[in-house]
Nanobody
Framework: QVQLVESGGGLGQHGESLRLSCAAA????????MNWERQAPGKGREFVAQ????????NYADSVKGRCTISRDNARNTVYLQMNSLKPEDTAMYYC????????????WGQGTQVTVSS
């Protein structure tokens, strides 16, 4: 059974750092690119960051570029999002997404972890 479990969210102050983790189970992680998405109250879900299967390439939303780093440890089946210089607009529920790169292109999401940044 595919399972993605996010952790590491919480309350942070403007300028501080948080590290989110996503533990994956039930599938072969090296067949999936891994993504972080977020959804702020009253807004749609948006892309935050992506990392390829080997970790060799990453991509970021402009809103977090330079402040966030996505990484993965395939031996531990875990993906991370290091968030630095937090801003109040980073307040959102953060979701981990696994996107299969082969056919069939299955996508899976975790339940999310809440990040709240105070000014």
């Amino acid at each position: 059974q595919v399972q993605l479990v996010e952790s590491g969210g919480g309350l942070g102050q403007h300028g501080e750092s948080l590290r989110l983790s996503c533990a994956a189970a039930g599938f072969t992680c090296t067949e999936y690119s891994m993504n972080w998405e977020r959804q702020a109250p009253g807004k749609g879900r948006e892309f935050v960051a992506q990392i390829t299967t080997s970790g060799g390439n990453t991509n970021y939303a402009d809103s977090v570029k330079g402040r966030c780093t996505i990484s993965r440890d395939n031996a531990r089946n875990t993906v991370y999002l290091q968030m630095n210089s937090l801003k109040p607009e980073d307040t959102a529920m953060y979701y981990c997404k696994a996107a299969r790169i082969y056919w069939p292109r299955n996508d899976y999401w975790g339940q999310g972890t809440q990040v709240t940044v105070s000014s």
